[in-house]
């Protein structure tokens, strides 16, 4: 009897060996689709630049994704003179994490970083699963204000953004979730 057991429950394992299950889709907030423009949004500036510009009524930014706030539609961009791990010949293939910066000196990734806020009427960050459309990595425009908070740090309240390119992994990797 206890062979039949352990030879149904080595069939029931096999069973799902092979098959690439999917990944659950988490929903974006639909007020988030305004923030999509279909066409490129002229005259960016790197966000070093921005940043040193702050505050400023209206901006557009270039920039790379490095990372998603949770539970709010905001992310942060990086400056496209830092080169992400899988940007450089060679990283790519020793790196285990080729979607981030962690190659670059943490100091002066954060003074070529900006987060990016899209923000509802009251002026608060849109609570979000996800930003629906963007992921890591992508090179994207925003446009919107810059402000200065209290302490210094600099955040792009959003008014538009658009994909401009979409990077690809190596074989054999997958997008991490965000």
């Not at 942060?76 to 080169?83: A, E, G, N, R």
């Amino acid at each position: 009897m206890i062979p039949r057991l352990v030879l149904f429950g080595c069939a029931v394992a096999l069973m799902g060996c092979g098959e690439e299950k999917p990944k659950p889709k988490r929903a974006s907030a639909p007020e988030l689709a305004r923030f999509w423009s279909k066409e490129d949004l002229a005259g960016a500036v790197s966000v070093a630049a921005a940043k040193a510009a702050a505050p400023k009524p209206k901006v557009v930014v270039e920039g790379r994704i490095s990372a998603f706030v949770k539970g709010a539609a905001a992310f942060k961009l990086v400056d496209l003179s830092l080169p992400y791990c899988g940007s450089a010949p060679g990283k790519m293939d020793e790196c285990p994490t080729p979607w981030d910066y962690c190659c670059e000196n943490p100091d002066e990734l954060a003074a070529k970083t900006l987060l990016v806020e899209a923000r509802d009427a009251s002026g608060q960050p849109i609570p979000t699963a996800s930003v629906e459309g963007l992921r890591l990595l992508d090179l994207v425009a925003v446009e919107g204000e810059l402000l200065t908070l209290e302490g210094g740090s600099v955040v792009l309240a959003a008014t538009a953004w658009h994909r401009r390119e979409r990077p690809q992994l190596r074989d054999g990797l997958d997008w991490p979730d965000e």
